[in-house]
C-alpha cells in the first residue's frame, strides 16, 4: 500500500502488546495486519446485520395483513 492509503491509529500499549502475542503462530506479520483484518470483520458484520434489520422491516405490519386477505381472496388461506 502507499503511504497516501494508510493512517496511523493509536492504541494503548498494553492493548498492543496483547495483539502482538495474539498473532504468534498467525499468518499476521504485525499487529497493524491484524488490527486491519479484525475491524474489517467487525465493521462487515455490523453492515450485514444492518442489511438484515433493514430486510426485516421492508414488509410492514400492514402490507403482511394485505397480503395474507389476498391471499385468502384467492383461496390459498383459510
Known sequence: MSESNITTISIPKPLAEKIKKRCEG???NSVSSYVTYVLRQVLSNMEQETENK????AFSEEDEKKVKQRLRSLGYLD
Not at 433493514?54 to 422491516?57: A, G, N, V
Open 26 to 28: 498467525t499468518g499476521f
Open 54 to 57: 433493514e430486510q426485516k422491516e
